[in-house]
């Protein structure tokens, strides 16, 4: 069994303008083939949301999915972006994250604490793409889904 976590960005248009059916089936080999159990977000973005929906669409009912966050948080618009008792929430800090470093500080704990990243990062300029080098110099695993999504379309002369 393997523990994971999502980093990566989507923008909501990606799903109603390609095919999720690739998307999918990616989703549903990296967990199988990778016997994850748990899997660690921030909900920072689509990305986050959108592969937890599609977990619970392909019933892999015995992954844990924990959503990392700042209990300590007085900020309304920050309790107000997390949706109440949609996954089970973790904060792994005994105090309040300075907003600044709030998602660096919560990917580090990640890293730390997961075997494999699961993301979807086509920039450069992405924040992902930080995340992935730590993982990497970190000796995690790291799925790239952007990437797997583009090998396909390669393979099948789509491009």
Known sequence: MSTAFLCGFIDEDYFNHYDITRFIEIVKSIIEENKIDKIYHCRRTYFDIKFCEIISFLRFD??????????????????YKQLKNAF????????????????????????????????????DDDISKQIIERAKEKEKQVFNIADMAREFLHLYNFC
């Open 88 to 123: 089970r929430v973790y904060c792994p800090f005994k105090e309040e994250i300075d907003n600044s470093v709030l998602y660096k500080t919560l990917y580090d704990w990640a890293i730390e604490n997961s075997d494999i990243l699961i993301t979807y990062s086509k920039f």
């Open 62 to 79: 015995d992954i844990e999915i924990i959503e990392l966050r700042d209990i300590y948080k007085n900020d309304f618009e920050y309790r």
